[in-house]
C-alpha cells in the first residue's frame, strides 16, 4: 500500500519518539524496525525491537503515539497480543491510579495528575483493544 509524505513524517517522528525512549530506559537492542508492525495515524505505531542476545529475533515491543511510549518483552507475541498486552497492563495502571496507587515499577504522572491521567490511560487502553481484537486488521500466520 503506497503511503504519502505525511505518513511517512509522522512514522520517521515516532520511530525517533521510541529510539530515544528505549535509550531513556537503558533497554539494551540492536536496533528499531525501519517500519511500525502496526499502525493507524496519528494514534498508535507498534515498533519491534531487535535482541540484543539473540540476533535477528524481535527482543521487544515498543508503543508510541498519541498515547505513553512504552515497551515490553516481546515473548513470542504476534503484533495483536503486544497491543492487548499494552492494553491490559494500562488498564490495571488506570485502576491503580484511580485508587491513589502506584503499580511496581511504573512511573507515570503524579499522584496530582492522576485524576485527570486515570481516563486517558483507560481510553487509549480500550482503542488498543479494539484494534487487537478487530480480525480485519490482522493476516495471521
Known amino acids: 500500500m503506497p503511503t504519502d509524505d505525511a505518513t511517512e513524517i509522522w512514522v520517521a517522528q515516532q520511530r525517533e519518539t521510541v529510539v530515544a ?5 537503558q533497554c539494551k537492542h540492536t536496533g528499531v524496525g525501519d517500519w511500525p508492525a502496526f499502525h493507524v495515524e496519528p494514534y498508535v505505531a ?5 535482541s540484543a542476545t539473540t540476533p535477528g529475533a524481535i527482543g521487544w515491543w515498543a508503543i508510541s503515539g498519541d498515547l505513553p511510549t512504552d515497551y515490553m518483552t516481546n515473548q513470542g507475541l504476534h503484533p495483536r497480543y503486544a497491543l492487548r498486552y499494552f492494553s491490559d497492563q494500562w488498564r490495571a495502571m488506570a485502576r491503580a491510579m484511580r485508587r491513589g496507587q502506584q503499580l511496581d515499577g511504573v512511573n507515570l504522572g503524579s499522584p496530582k ?3 485527570t491521567l486515570a481516563p486517558l490511560l483507560e481510553a487509549r487502553a480500550n482503542s488498543l ?3 487487537a481484537t478487530d480480525n480485519a486488521l490482522w493476516i495471521e500466520a
Open 21 to 25: 525512549y528505549l535509550a531513556k530506559q
Open 129 to 131: 483493544e479494539g484494534w
Open 46 to 50: 507498534l515498533w519491534a525491537v531487535q
Open 113 to 115: 495528575t492522576w485524576p
